[in-house]
C-alpha cells in the first residue's frame, strides 16, 4: 500500500489533466470541519433555557448546586445514550441496553450480597453479563440474521426477566449500600460524583473510536451504505460484532454506577433509561456533524435533556413537565433541521425548474 | 412514415400522432407518428436511447409529450394522466413487473385497479380469484398457486401473472384494448419464452392490440405482425410481415451504413494509445493478470475467459444477458460459483470482496450502481475507504493530515470538483462522482480494474477523462475489464470486445483482426 504514492509520481506526467492544469499552489484553507455554527442549535436552546430559568428562579436555579445535580442525574442516563452510539452508526438498533443496565446492576448487587463484598469483582461481575448479553444479541443478530429491531427487542424482555429471577421480588441492599456505594458512586471532585467522569471518559473513548479510527469510519460506512461497504472489503459483521458487545458493555457499566449509586439494586432501574437514551442519541444527530450519531452532539443534548428536566422541577413545573419538555425537544431539533433542509430542496428544485422553462421556451418554437 | 401525414382514426386503433418530446433540451423523440391496429402483434425496436422507452411512457401518461397527441379510437387522451390511459383501455406490464414479491398472486392482482367488492364494502376475495382464475385460463395456464407469494413462484408465471393482472383488471369499467409488453422474456428460459409466445398470439386472435418491446430480434421476428424501428429518437420505418428479416431490420436499427460507424482506423485519432510494444513491456504476452473458468451466477451459465496485463477488455451484452452481474460475480460479490480461479498466474480460491483488494483487484461500479459511492461521505472518506489501513497509524487511528494530501493528490490527477476534500460527495455531479469513485479505487494500487458501467450518467467532457485515464492505466500494464451498455463510448479504448448472450461469451472481437459496432451489435442480437 505504501506503493501508492510512487505509482501517483508515475501517473503525473502522462495523466492528462494534471500536466495542462498548473499545479493547485493556493488550496483553500484547512476548516474546522467538526464544528459549525450552524449545527450548534441545541448549544442556543440550552443558553436560552438557562437565562430563562435563571430569570424565573434567581435564587434556587441559577446555582451550582444545580450544575452539579444535573451532571450527577443525567451522566447515567447519558451513558446508556452513548452506548447506542456504536450500533446506531452501524445502522443497528439495540432496544436492549435498558435491560442489559438492569441485568448488570442487579448481578453486581447479587454478587455483593452473596459472594464477595469486593467491589472490583462486583463490576467485573456485572460487566461479564453484560457482554454475555451482548453476545447473545450478535448470534441473534448478525448470526440468525434477525431484524436488530425485533431480535434486541426480544433479547431485551428476556434480559429482564433474568435480572428479576436474580434480584428476587426485593431489593438488595446488603454490602451494596456500604463501601461499594462510597467507593463506585459517591466519591467527588467539587460536587462532582464518579459516574460524571466516568461517563465523560467513555465519551472521550468513543468519540476517538468514532471519529479518529478507522474502525469509526467503517461503522459509519456501513450504517450509510452497507453494500459500498462490503464491497469496500469492510468485514460488515465483525465491524457489528464490535458495536454490539461495546454498547452492552457501556449500558452494562451504567447500570452497575446506577446499583452504586442509589445503593440497592432494583431489575426496574434500567427501564427508565431507555427512550432517553434513543432521544439524545438522535437529538445528536442533528448537532455538531449533522445527519450522523456523535459523540458531541449526543453529550450537548444530555446536557439540554438534563438542564431542561432540573430547571422545570425547580421553578415548580409539575411532574410530568420533564416528559413534555424532552418530546418537544425531541420534535423541534430534528424538525427544524429537516424542515431547513426541505425547504432549501423546494427552493432549489423551483429555480431549476423555472430555468429550464424558460430555456426550452426560448429554443423550441412552438407551432400551435 | 407509415402512417403518412396525417393519421387515420380508425375505430379501436391506438395512434401516436406526431410525437415529440425531449428532456433538458436534448430531443429524445422527433415527431413520432405509429398507429396500432387491435388484434396486432406489433413489435418496437432499437438501440438503448432509441427513445422506445420514452414513448411507451408518454403512452402510459407518465410523460406529457412536448408536442403531438395520443388518441385512441378517435378520443384524444389527456397528456400526462396515467389514469385516463388505463381507463381507455391500456393495459402495461413493465419490465421488472410491479408485482410484490411478498403478496399471493391473488393480493398482486387487485394492486392498481378496482377491487370487486362485498356488499360491506370489503374485498370480495371469491369474486377477485374467480376473475383471476379466468384470466390466467385465458392464458391457458391452470397450474399457479393463488396462495404463494410471487417471490416463490417461477419466473414465467410471475410474467404470466402480471400479464392477468393487466388484461383482467378493471379501471372504470373498461375492458384491455392494448396490451405493451416490455422486455418481458429478459427473465426467461428459452421454452418457456415459447410458452409465452403461445399466450400473446391467444391473446391477439382474441382481438387484444400487442404492442412488444424488445432487444431480442429473433424473438420479434417470431412474433410479430409488424416491427418498427426507432433509431436515435427518429421513427425509422415500420415493416409489414413480409417484408421481415434479420438483414433489413439491423440494418434499420444501425443505420443505413453498417460498418462505417466505428472501426479500428477510426479510433486511432481519437485518443493517443500506446504501441502493442509498450502494453506489453515488461511481461510476457503470453502471461495472464486474471484467468476464470466456468463462472456461473443467477444470469450467467457457465462464463470462462482470461485477460492479460496490459490489456483493455470491453464486454457487451443486452440487458438481461448477464453483463450487469459480470464484475460482482468474479469477485464474488453477488452468489457466484466458479471452476478455477488464477490470479497473476497464481491459482485462487473463489474470490469475495475483502481477498480481492488483498489481491490488488478493484471491482468498480460505476456512478449510480448500487455501491459504488457514499453519499454522505466526504470526498476523502469515500476515497480513502477501501484502503485505510495505508493511512492509519498503530491503534487504526488514521493519520488525517495525510488522508487529506492523498485526497488532494488525486483531486489534482483527476480534477474532481469543487476541490474540497470535505465536500459531501451527495451534491456531486455525476462526472465528479465517477472521477472520486476510480480515485478510490485507484488508491489501493490495483493490478486488476473490473469495472461496471464507468460511463453511465456522465457528460461528455468526463467520458474523455476516464477514457484517457483507463487506457493509459492498461498501457502501464494494468488488466481492465469494462462491462457497458454503452459500447460506442468504450469502443476506442478497448483492446478485445467479448460478447454476452443469454448467459454465455458468444463472440470474441479483436483489435488486431478489426470489428465494427454492427457485427458487435448483431452478436449481441441474433442467435
Given at each position: 500500500m505504501r506503493k501508492a504514492l510512487s505509482r501517483e509520481k508515475n501517473l503525473t506526467t502522462p495523466l492528462p489533466k494534471s500536466d495542462g492544469v498548473p499545479e493547485r499552489s493556493s488550496w483553500p484553507p484547512r476548516r474546522?470541519?467538526?464544528?459549525?455554527?450552524?449545527?450548534l442549535t441545541a448549544v442556543y436552546i440550552l443558553i436560552v433555557i438557562i437565562i430563562l430559568f435563571s430569570l424565573l428562579s434567581p435564587h434556587y436555579f441559577f446555582a451550582i448546586a444545580t450544575a452539579q445535580q444535573v451532571l450527577n442525574q443525567y451522566s447515567i442516563s447519558g451513558l446508556v445514550g452513548l452506548a447506542l452510539l456504536l450500533p446506531l452508526a452501524t445502522g443497528l438498533f439495540d432496544l436492549s441496553v435498558a435491560s442489559v443496565a438492569s441485568l448488570a446492576g442487579t448481578a453486581a448487587a447479587w454478587f455483593l450480597a452473596n459472594v464477595s463484598a469486593n467491589p472490583v469483582l462486583a463490576v467485573v461481575v456485572g460487566l461479564v453479563a453484560a457482554l454475555l448479553v451482548g453476545l447473545v444479541n450478535a448470534v441473534v443478530v448478525l448470526v440468525m440474521e434477525i431484524d436488530s429491531f425485533i431480535g434486541t427487542l426480544a433479547t431485551s424482555g428476556m434480559v429482564l426477566a433474568i435480572a428479576t429471577a436474580i434480584g428476587g421480588n426485593t431489593t438488595i441492599t446488603t454490602n451494596v449500600n456500604g463501601s461499594f456505594q462510597e467507593n463506585v458512586a459517591?466519591?467527588?471532585l467539587g460536587g462532582v460524583t464518579e459516574p460524571v467522569f466516568i461517563c465523560l471518559g467513555v465519551a472521550v473513548v468513543l468519540y476517538v473510536a468514532l471519529q479518529r479510527t478507522i474502525f469509526g469510519r467503517r461503522s459509519y460506512a456501513i450504517g450509510f451504505d452497507t453494500e459500498a461497504a462490503r464491497l469496500g472489503g469492510i468485514h460488515v459483521k465483525s465491524v457489528r460484532l464490535v458495536g454490539l458487545l461495546v454498547s452492552a458493555a457501556v449500558a452494562g457499566l451504567a447500570g452497575i454506577l446506577e446499583t452504586a449509586s442509589i445503593g440497592a439494586s432494583d431489575p426496574s432501574i434500567g427501564s427508565a433509561f431507555l427512550l432517553p437514551a434513543f432521544a439524545v442519541a438522535f437529538l445528536g444527530t442533528t448537532q455538531v456533524r449533522s445527519g450522523r450519531f456523535n459523540v458531541p452532539g449526543t453529550v450537548i443534548s444530555i446536557l439540554l435533556l438534563g438542564t431542561g428536566n432540573v430547571g422545570l422541577l425547580i421553578i415548580g413545573?409539575?411532574?410530568?413537565s420533564p416528559d413534555v419538555f424532552d418530546g418537544v425537544i425531541l420534535i423541534a431539533a430534528v424538525g427544524l433541521t429537516s424542515a431547513g433542509r426541505i425547504r432549501v430542496l423546494r427552493l432549489k428544485r423551483a429555480l431549476s425548474k423555472r430555468d429550464r422553462g424558460n430555456s426550452t421556451a426560448g429554443s423550441v418554437p412552438r407551432v400551435p | 412514415m407509415p402512417v403518412g401525414d396525417r393519421t387515420v382514426d380508425v375505430a379501436g386503433v391506438l395512434v401516436a400522432d406526431h410525437i415529440s418530446m425531449s428532456f433538458n433540451n436534448l430531443e429524445?423523440?422527433?415527431?413520432v407518428s405509429l398507429c396500432f391496429n387491435p388484434g396486432a402483434i406489433h413489435s418496437l425496436v432499437g438501440h438503448n436511447g432509441s427513445g422506445k422507452s420514452t414513448l411507451i411512457r408518454i403512452l402510459a401518461g407518465f410523460h406529457s409529450p412536448a408536442s403531438g397527441s395520443v388518441r385512441i379510437g378517435g378520443h384524444l387522451l389527456p397528456p400526462g394522466s396515467t389514469g385516463a390511459a388505463a381507463a381507455s383501455g391500456l393495459r402495461f406490464v413493465h419490465q421488472d413487473l410491479n408485482l410484490i414479491p411478498q403478496f399471493t398472486a391473488l393480493e398482486n392482482f387487485g394492486i392498481g385497479a378496482e377491487y370487486s367488492r362485498t356488499r360491506r364494502r370489503t374485498i370480495d376475495w371469491l369474486e377477485q380469484r374467480r376473475r383471476l382464475l379466468d384470466a390466467l385460463a385465458l392464458l391457458d395456464e391452470t397450474e399457479i398457486d393463488l396462495e404463494c407469494p410471487v417471490s416463490e413462484l417461477r419466473a414465467v408465471e410471475r410474467t404470466l401473472v402480471a400479464i392477468a393482472r393487466a388484461i383482467a383488471s378493471r379501471i372504470d369499467g373498461t375492458v384491455t384494448k392494448f396490451l405493451v409488453l416490455d422486455e418481458p422474456t429478459t427473465a426467461l428460459e428459452e421454452p418457456e419464452t415459447k410458452h409465452l409466445f403461445e399466450v400473446i398470439r391467444s391473446l391477439s386472435r382474441q382481438g387484444v392490440g400487442v404492442l412488444y418491446v424488445s432487444h431480442h430480434l429473433d424473438e420479434v421476428l417470431e412474433l410479430s405482425d409488424e416491427v418498427s424501428v426507432l433509431r436515435d429518437g427518429y421513427l425509422i420505418d415500420t415493416l409489414p410481415r413480409s417484408a421481415l428479416n434479420h438483414a433489413a431490420l439491423v440494418q434499420r436499427i444501425l443505420g443505413d451504413e453498417p460498418g462505417s460507424v466505428a472501426g479500428p482506423a477510426a479510433d486511432g485519432g481519437r485518443v493517443a494509445r500506446g504501441t502493442p510494444e509498450q502494453a506489453l513491456n515488461g511481461s510476457s504476452p503470453a502471461a495472464s493478470a486474471l484467468t476464470i473458468s466456468n463462472l456461473v451466477s443467477r444470469r450467467l451459465r457457465g462464463v470462462s475467459f482470461s485477460i492479460r496485463p496490459g490489456e483493455c477488455v470491453c464486454v457487451a451484452g443486452l440487458s438481461g444477458s448477464g453483463r450487469e452481474e459480470l464484475v460482482y460475480a468474479i469477485t464474488g460479490a453477488i452468489p457466484s460459483v466458479v471452476d478455477s480461479v488464477e490470479v497473476q498466474g497464481e491459482a485462487a480460491n473463489a474470490l469475495d470482496p475483502e481477498s480481492s483488494i488483498a489481491k490488488r483487484i478493484a471491482l468498480i461500479p460505476g456512478n449510480r450502481q448500487p455501491g459504488s459511492i457514499i453519499d454522505r461521505f466526504t470526498i476523502e472518506e469515500n476515497i480513502s475507504l477501501p484502503g485505510m489501513s495505508a493511512i492509519a497509524g498503530s491503534a487504526g487511528l488514521i493519520k488525517r493530515g495525510q488522508e487529506t494530501a492523498n485526497c488532494r493528490t488525486w483531486i489534482e490527477r483527476l480534477d474532481i470538483r469543487p476541490a474540497r476534500p470535505w465536500q459531501t460527495c451527495k451534491e456531486l455531479s455525476g462526472g465528479n462522482k465517477q472521477k472520486v469513485i476510480l480515485a478510490k479505487w485507484l488508491s489501493i494500487e490495483p493490478t486488476i480494474m473490473l469495472i461496471d458501467e464507468p460511463m453511465a450518467g456522465v457528460d461528455i467532457g468526463v467520458v474523455e477523462t476516464i477514457r484517457s485515464v483507463l487506457r493509459q492505466l492498461a498501457d502501464e500494464g494494468m488488466a481492465i475489464m469494462i462491462t457497458t451498455s454503452e459500447l460506442p463510448e468504450v469502443m476506442p479504448i478497448a483492446d478485445r470486445i467479448l460478447v454476452l448472450r443469454r448467459g454465455r461469451l458468444v463472440r470474441e472481437f479483436d483489435r488486431a483482426t478489426g470489428w465494427t459496432e454492427s457485427d458487435i451489435t448483431r452478436a449481441m442480437m441474433i442467435t
Open positions: 474546522r470541519r467538526e464544528i459549525s455554527f450552524k449545527r459517591l466519591r467527588n413545573g409539575p411532574n410530568w | 429524445v423523440l422527433h415527431d
